[in-house]
């Protein structure tokens, strides 16, 4: 402080705590984690398989979670902030603590029921798509098949020609 200067316009900055900044840091995480979901999942919400009522409202359940995260997120923050301007510490005890605690409530369902549904979705697209086999009538190994199908590999299965273009006559 300069001998010159008055005392009243120095302008002391309010303290700030190592948990200010822990609680500032990991609050900027979950809104980023949450809403890196929520662009995620709208983003590719066309290419996931035709789903259930259930399963979209699994889907609806986790974005309103992750909404909610977000948003009690960026109330924490505030509280942070306010509390750091008044040079005290009342957000860890008031509403900026219950905003916290909502913030990493909202994060954890909101992430727990888009894995599940993540989960779910797999697995049903996975028994929609069943197993196609198809079989070229003139594969040899399909004709030793059936004749060992029909019990007499001593007789022989009609030869199936390839087909073949037209040959010009003279």
């Known amino acids: 402080m300069d001998l010159n200067?008055?005392?009243q316009d120095v302008v002391v900055s309010p303290p700030s705590s190592k948990a200010d900044e822990a609680a500032l840091e990991l609050m900027k995480q979950l809104i980023t984690l949450a809403s890196g979901v929520l662009a995620l999942g709208a983003a590719f919400i066309d290419r996931l398989p035709k789903s259930s009522v259930y399963l979209l409202i699994l889907l609806f359940g986790s974005w309103t979670a992750l909404a909610s995260s977000i948003f009690f997120g960026l109330k924490t923050i505030s509280a942070i902030v306010k509390s750091r301007i008044d040079s005290d510490d009342e957000w860890s005890r008031g509403k900026g603590r219950q905003f916290?605690?909502?913030?990493?409530?909202?994060?954890?369902?909101g992430i727990s029921l888009f894995a599940t549904f993540a989960f779910i979705s797999?697995?049903?697209a996975?028994?929609?798509?069943?197993?196609t086999i198809s079989i070229s009538s003139d594969d040899a190994r399909v004709i030793e098949f059936i004749k060992t199908l029909n019990g007499s590999p001593k007789q022989s299965a009609p030869q199936i020609a390839p087909a073949s273009s037209p040959s010009p006559t003279k």
């Open 126 to 131: 996975k028994k929609e798509e069943g197993i």
């Open 100 to 109: 916290a605690r909502f913030s990493q409530g909202g994060f954890l369902l």
């Open 5 to 7: 200067e008055d005392p």
């Open 122 to 124: 797999l697995i049903s």
